[in-house]
T-cell receptor
Framework: SAVISQKPSRDICQRGTSLTIQCQVD?????MFWYRQQPGQSLTLIAT?????????ESGFVIDKFPISRPNLTFSTLTVSNMSPEDSSIYLC?????????????FGDGTRLSIL | DAKTTQPPSMDCAEGRAANLPCNHS???????VYWYRQIHSQGPQYIIH???NNETNEMASLIITEDRKSSTLILPHATLRDTAVYYC?????????????FGTGTRLTIIP
């Protein structure tokens, strides 16, 4: 399966600042997703990163707060903008190598973000 | 996607089989059952999936009842490294339904 690397693995940020998280895959994949995992909670899908077009956001998440880029089939970024302590979470990237065909998702180890 | 219900926590002795149940009584005919686990400080790891037949791979076995309303994930010889949160998810397999909806999962603790 694809190997997924996220950078940074963790960070501590000041409120009001923004941070961009990178997700790099070692092979071309058809789909990339971004999830958030708040402390002690399960994962919630933020958006689907679409190559060459705007990301598809889930209810409760907006582009101004979580801008996403996907310039090619191996790379995506998620920016957490104007951060507040409520944004302290683990942010995870996942990929599907081929659409349909009942392919499982594979996840990176996440970016642990703390906002002071 | 159909919703799933799992016990919040379970313990299992090291070396014994761990049997994790999942209820998915509203599952539709085309939805598959997927299992993932999340070990502390790591991203979720895919374990196994199935439609209606029992499935086995190098990690686990998946037993799905005949009416498909419930399933059981079996870790045949649990080790301490199997301590994790286990998620049961149902979804359609086709194009456009790749995203996953995670429930609260079962926290499995393997006891030495």
């Amino acid at each position: 399966s694809a190997v997924i690397s996220q950078k940074p693995s963790r960070d501590i940020c000041q409120r009001g600042t923004s941070l961009t998280i990178q997700c790099q895959v070692d092979s071309q994949v058809t789909m990339m997703f971004w999830y958030r995992q708040q402390p002690g909670q399960s994962l919630t899908l933020i958006a689907t990163a679409n190559q060459g077009s705007e990301a598809t956001y889930e209810s409760g998440f907006v582009i101004d707060k979580f801008p996403i880029s996907r310039p090619n089939l191996t790379f995506s970024t998620l920016t957490v903008s104007n951060m507040s302590p409520e944004d302290s979470s683990i942010y995870l990237c996942s990929v599907v190598e081929e659409r349909g065909l009942n392919q499982p998702q594979h996840f990176g180890d996440g970016t642990r973000l703390s906002i002071l | 996607d159909a919703k799933t219900t799992q016990p919040p926590s379970m313990d299992c002795a090291e070396g014994r089989a761990a049997n994790l149940p999942c209820n998915h009584s509203t599952i539709s005919g085309n939805e598959y059952v997927y299992w993932y686990r999340q070990i502390h400080s790591q991203g979720p790891q895919y374990i196994i999936h199935g439609l209606k037949n029992n499935e086995t791979n190098e990690m686990a076995s998946l037993i799905i009842t005949e009416d498909r309303k419930s399933s059981t994930l079996i870790l045949p010889h649990a080790t301490l490294r199997d301590t994790a949160v286990y998620y049961c998810i149902v979804r359609l397999p086709n194009f456009g339904n790749e995203k996953l909806t995670f429930g609260t999962g079962t926290r499995l603790t393997i006891i030495p």
